[in-house]
């Protein structure tokens, strides 16, 4: 007999807002470095609780309902990692763990209660929140740097999987420079380098960023330039790449650095978009998520081809063609008008 069928409409409700539970559950297991303890091997509740300092039984009843969505093994009072919580390890490529931790963070569930000022006002919650802050980067720097730095390992995180898929999808081979815009630590510009040794790689980041991206440069691939993409951009270069940076900016923001980057572009230069597609189906539940997350954080957006295309048209810049990649991000090819 079908006791649970989760297609009636009164479940999907209640399955819907029960996510709460698996969300904030998992990022305090992701806090608590609970995978970590167990890297090594399988655990005991009693061990794990001792460890940790915190209550056995809640502890067991924590891991229990994780373990009823796939994240850890929990038998007979034995805690170990499966596939999906070894990525909340510290310590693995690709770790989850910060994004996690960020997701079910106090200040981002702050945030989170007042999406509907969003909704209303069809701007940012951020200043609702009371973080002493009315903006997130700014909180970052001034108010809670801990959560700043969370924050741009999450990121990193995040990320770290769209690399090397959109560097396969592209042919670099035509430039002899390439500057990316916000490229953090520069991780896809030395996955291109490698690829192309003899291209002059650039990373283009406010100065906190170049300052940390020179220290992971170990094989001294890149050259840095310290700047902000709002005021203007440099170098010349046969290739500007902005990934994953626009959909932190609303529309007239996202113009003025579209307009700062045509300034720097010669003729033949191109540009390279890579960001998210949003389609008006009722597909892609994790980017119409991270769309709400973007509005809520930022009064920002994920948007479709067509949002992209007439931003750009405004800018004076024409989208050439958009080339799919084997990760949620596409490569919108753009050049001057
Ligand atoms: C969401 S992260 C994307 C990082 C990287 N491109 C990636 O895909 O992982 C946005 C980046 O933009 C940088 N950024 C923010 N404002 C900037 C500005 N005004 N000028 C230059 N870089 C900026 C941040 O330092 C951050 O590294």
Redesign the pocket.
Known sequence: MNRTNVKAPPLQIKGIMAQMVFTRSLSVAAELGIADQVANGAESIEILSKNLKVDREALGRLIRVLASQGIFRFDNGIVGNTEVSEYLRSDVPGSQRNFARMMGSQWMWKVFNNLEHSVTTGGSAFGEAFLGSDNL?VYFQQVNPEAGKVFSQA??GF?YA?DAPLVSSYDFSEFNSIT?????EGR?LKMIKDKHPDVKATL???PH?VAQAQKSDTKQQLEFVT????QAIRPESDCFII???LH?WNDSDTVKILKNIKNSMRDDSKLLI?DMLITEDDSQVFEKSLDIVMLLLLGAKERTREEFAALLDEAGLKLNRVIDTPCPLSILEVTKA
């Not at 990316?180 to 953090?184: F, T």
């Not at 700047?227 to 709002?230: E, N, P, S, T, V």
């Open positions: 980067f990121m990193s990320s769209f990316d815009l916000g490229g953090a896809l283009f980041e406010l960023a700047g902000d993409f709002q990934k994953y940076c932190n890579m």
